[in-house]
């Protein structure tokens, strides 16, 4: 999918539903963020890899890299208020991506697809939660389950599944009692070793993905 296209889709959406919930709710007053709110959104998500990679055969250093082709995706998350400014939140979203093997001594090998499901844990500290406009930002875990590996040119293909480190910053803007918009940036540092079977060999590689992960929704709080 166009990267453009997508965004714009997801932002006339997103106004599209500012513009419903604040027309519906004109006369009422927002309410703060506070200790004990229960939190749902539903975003869309651009997941954009900054990946890298290390191959090696028979433990020896080979030359190639890795491409990890961009996921927009819909997504789900789940917040918790401990205190009026701290927070906890878990998302769950799944995404496949197209993965290449570039400048190996086989050539170029199209690894086919992998799909990912990134559940990530995050604390945030919530700034001026009694406005309508209130940023965030959060730092926590990330832990990815690899699924449904699609070999492409190679014989068979095997990832890890591994921790991340994640790091957040957002907002929300209120727009009614309850209903709030929401926009969201994470990078995740994440890393996986693939045992890669092809023409025979079998190559190691050691793969940042690393990703971006933007995205844009509304949410609803209990």
């Not at 749902?40 to 080979?62: Q, T």
Request: aromatic fraction near 12%; hydrophobic fraction near 45%; proline fraction near 4%.
């Amino acid at each position: 999918m166009n990267f453009k296209l997508f965004f714009c889709s997801v932002f006339l959406s997103f106004l599209g539903c500012g513009s419903l919930l604040s027309n519906s709710a004109a006369a009422q007053e927002f309410k703060p963020k506070e200790a004990g709110d229960f939190l749902i959104r539903i975003r869309g998500l651009a997941v954009i890899p900054r990946e890298g990679a290390d191959l090696s055969l028979d433990d020896l250093s080979i030359s190639g890299g890795a491409d990890i082709d961009n996921a927009y995706v819909p997504e789900i998350d789940f917040s918790y208020f401990i205190s009026d400014h701290i927070a906890l939140e878990l998302i769950a979203a799944v995404t496949i991506h197209d993965v290449e093997a570039e400048g190996t001594p086989l050539g170029d090998l199209d690894l086919g697809e992998v799909g990912l499901v990134p559940p990530t844990l995050t604390v945030q500290y919530h700034f001026r939660p009694d406005r309508r406009l209130s940023p965030y930002l959060g730092t926590g875990l990330n832990y990815t389950f690899f699924f449904d590996e699609a070999d492409g040119d190679a014989t068979d293909i095997d990832y890890d599944n591994s921790f991340g480190f994640a790091l957040q910053a957002g907002v929300d803007y209120a727009i009614a009692d309850r209903w709030s918009l929401n926009a969201d940036v994470k990078k995740i540092f994440l890393n996986t070793e693939a045992d890669i079977e092809a023409a025979g060999l079998n190559i190691e590689a050691d793969i940042e993905v690393n990703p971006w992960i933007i995205g844009v929704g509304v949410g609803y709080r209990f």
